[in-house]
């Protein structure tokens, strides 16, 4: 898949974690875009017999409840704990998650009355998926901020840092990057924003 074969501009939502990411997607694809979201799409995925027998197999019973479902929380302290287990969870998911992406990309191209399309994938650099997207953005927000934000989901301080260990620093990520948004100011600050890109790219 290349850019070229997409008619339609697609664009890239990064950032750190508890930086509002996914809140940003989605003020893009309610002016127009249709929405990628990768942890919906992960979410999916494991409910599909095929990728829970692999998770068993390497994981053991004890990341699912007596019915047979995955317990997401049990198995992110596991993988999250250990790059080994990350990565072979990781090895299961992303050519899934890239599949869907590049299918996503030529049906909108094809099919979709959407003017763009929005890819909310956190490890889009780190996989090196850059060749999907026409534009990066950055949302960018402070630590003390972020961190709150995952609290507010129950996680605990190191949680976070663990998860964040597992991704691109936010230095680097942010310099492959066409834009930036500030989303630590106020939401409406953060539509403004968004807006504004939205007519330096003539869309919709």
């Known amino acids: 898949m290349s850019i070229k074969l997409a008619s339609?501009?697609?664009?890239?939502?990064?950032?750190?974690?508890?930086s509002g990411k996914s809140t940003v997607a989605k003020l893009f694809a309610q002016s127009g875009?249709?929405?990628?979201?990768?942890?919906?799409?992960?979410?999916?995925?494991?409910k599909e017999e095929s990728v829970k027998n692999q998770i068993r197999v390497h994981f053991g019973a004890?990341?699912?409840?007596?019915?047979?479902?995955?317990?997401?929380?049990?198995?992110?302290?596991?993988?999250f704990a250990d790059d080994e287990n990350r990565l072979f969870l990781e090895s299961i998911l992303h050519p899934l998650v890239l599949k869907k992406a590049e299918d996503t990309i030529g049906?909108?191209?094809?099919?979709?009355?959407?003017?763009?399309?929005?890819?909310?994938?956190?490890?889009?650099?780190?996989?090196?998926?850059?060749?999907?997207?026409?534009?990066?953005?950055?949302?960018?927000?402070?630590?003390?901020?972020r961190l709150s934000?995952?609290?507010?989901?129950?996680?605990?301080?190191?949680?976070?840092?663990n998860r964040e260990k597992a991704q691109m620093p936010l230095t680097n990520k942010v310099s492959f990057c066409d834009h930036i948004v500030d989303n630590s100011v106020s939401y409406e600050y953060?539509?403004?924003?968004?807006?504004?890109?939205?007519?330096?790219?003539n869309l919709p």
């Open 190 to 201: 953060t539509v403004k924003q968004v807006n504004d890109l939205l007519k330096l790219w």
């Open 107 to 145: 049906n909108l191209a094809k099919f979709s009355e959407s003017s763009f399309l929005v890819l909310d994938i956190p490890l889009l650099l780190e996989k090196e998926w850059r060749y999907l997207c026409t534009y990066l953005v950055f949302v960018a927000c402070n630590d003390e901020e």
């Open 149 to 161: 934000r995952c609290k507010a989901r129950g996680w605990t301080e190191a949680d976070w840092k």
């Open 33 to 46: 875009g249709a929405l990628f979201d990768a942890d919906a799409l992960v979410h999916e995925l494991f």
């Open 62 to 79: 004890t990341v699912f409840d007596v019915d047979g479902n995955l317990l997401r929380s049990a198995l992110a302290k596991t993988v």
């Open 8 to 18: 339609k501009p697609v664009i890239a939502i990064l950032g750190g974690i508890g």
